[in-house]
């Protein structure tokens, strides 16, 4: 470039947007040469974004991904290793329904939405009670085989698969919009309702004895001048707001030495016993009384030897709390790091859980809890890795004691999503075509602007007829 022409530089970028004497007050970015090569590199785009449509067709429309496909290759690869097959659960199925819209909604592709919502509540929320689970997660696929075939390629997916713990199955494929993108997302959801023989937890509890079955006394009427009822009992166990972990608890109290008193837990009376010449009572609730692990109200009443009745007691609220916490075995994981010598620990335990810890021979830690993901690290001295096991306490007292086994990698049915990125190809151009549409739109529009405020006496009708029906072109294309 000579001198002469930088000196001129200045003036020509004015004439290319501004009308001046030089330009007969048409800018240059609004001449017929432009306008026309503006069309023509618009077309073109749309031209190149459409052929590549055709060869990679928009999968909201024309995957080939069903669950019933996708179900039937997951049988057919257990079957050929010697497992049972897995059976659809409308349960798991309507779970894998709901991770798919809300991942489509949220805008997310994760296990963990935004939100922190573990792909375990949209299990347990579709009223399926598991002791295993596991999720595997695609999208931008075409064909079911497809999808199969990239599960099968991760190990982490694989282990989900080919899982002897998994007995169910839930599949969804919903199309839609994902981060601005047209696709179909596949969610599969496994499940196992029993314990397998070999994996059954160790409970870490004493076993219990159950007591002797009381004899239950009989009233006997007396002939009285008594119309006086007696006080209302008084319950002293179980205790207001506690919680009971024997399966055959124990009721005790006071009332008038010689009384007879109902039980009644949630208003429905259960049995009755009788005071002892110092006023107490107790009475054992058997398994035959049907009472499962819930929330109970207990109340009594006193009935004295004349037959006169007390008022209710005070009410004593109570929880029946037998069961450990649930841990989630499959989904739970080691991750040995060689260089840095450390454990990091994930598992995943049911929400009543109060303090999960980690063992590892003498060392214990606590783990934190993150939306019912349990982790924590633990340093080694020798920097081997040793065998790991998993406590978790509920608020009960109720423990149970887990081995995990430890490797030098990651030990999980918890698996990373799997995308197929090729098949984006056609929408991600057609993202970068409205881009470049929505540009030009803008520079046309600002250009036309300047051409008539600058000089608004002196105008060219043709050049802002043109330029109006390329901006015109440019909004068709970009809603196209």
Not at 264 to 291: H, R
Not at 395 to 416: D, R, Y
Request: charge should be positive.
């Amino acid at each position: 470039m000579t001198i002469a022409q930088i000196k001129k530089f200045p003036q020509n970028l004015v004439d290319c947007f501004i009308p001046t004497k030089t330009n007969n007050y048409t800018p240059y970015a609004l001449g017929r040469k432009a306008l026309s090569t503006y069309s023509a590199i618009l077309i073109a785009i749309k031209v190149v974004v459409s052929i590549l449509f055709i060869f990679y067709p928009n999968l909201a429309y024309l995957s080939d991904v069903t669950p019933d496909k996708l179900i039937s290759l997951t049988n057919q690869a257990r079957q050929a290793q010697g497992l049972n097959t897995l059976v659809v659960n409308s349960k798991l199925t309507s779970a894998a329904q709901s991770k798919a819209q809300d991942m489509l909604k949220n805008n997310y592709f994760a296990h963990i939405s935004p939100a922190g919502i573990t792909p375990w509540k949209w299990i347990r929320d579709s009223g399926y009670s598991y002791i295993y689970a596991g999720e595997n997660l695609a999208m931008d696929f075409v064909t079911a085989q497809a999808v199969h075939n990239a599960w099968i390629a991760s190990s982490s997916h694989q282990a989900n698969i080919l899982s002897p713990n998994f007995k169910e199955i839930g599949l969804a494929v919903v199309c839609g919009s994902l981060k601005e993108n047209e696709t179909c997302v596949v969610v599969q959801t496994f499940g196992s309702q029993t314990l397998t023989q070999a994996t059954k937890p160790t409970l870490a509890i004493s076993p219990e004895i159950p007591p002797k079955k009381e004899v239950q006394p009989k009233e006997v009427s007396y002939p009285s001048t008594d119309t006086i009822p007696p006080e209302p009992p008084q319950i002293v166990s179980p205790q207001k707001d506690s919680f009971i972990t024997n399966s055959t608890p124990t009721i005790s109290g006071k009332a008038e030495p010689g009384s007879f008193i109902d039980l009644l837990i949630n208003g429905k009376a259960i049995d009755k016993t009788q005071t002892k010449e110092d006023g107490n009572f107790s009475y054992t609730i058997f398994s035959t009384s049907s009472l499962k692990d819930g929330s109970y109200e207990l109340r009594a009443r006193a009935k004295d030897k004349a037959g006169n009745i007390s008022q209710l007691s005070e009410l004593s609220k109570f929880t029946l709390d037998t069961q450990p916490p649930i841990i989630d075995i499959a989904n739970s994981y080691v991750t040995f790091n060689k260089e840095k010598k450390r454990l990091d620990i994930f598992t995943y335990v049911q929400e009543d859980a109060e303090k999960v810890s980690a063992l590892t021979g003498s060392d214990q830690i606590e783990l934190n809890n993150n939306f019912g993901l349990w982790a924590g690290s633990i340093n080694l001295k020798d920097g081997s890795p040793p065998s790991v096991e998993i406590k978790a306490q509920d608020k009960a007292g109720n423990t149970i004691l887990v081995p995990i086994p430890t490797q030098g990698k990651i030990q999980s049915a918890f698996i990373g999503p799997t995308k197929e990125t090729g098949q984006n190809l056609n929408v991600k151009a057609n993202q970068l075509s409205k881009k470049l549409y929505f540009a030009a739109l803008i520079l046309l529009a600002c250009a036309l602007a300047l051409n008539i405020l600058v000089k608004i006496k002196i105008q060219h009708p043709s050049t802002i007829v043109s330029t109006l029906l390329l901006i015109g072109m440019a909004i068709f294309l970009i809603l196209i």
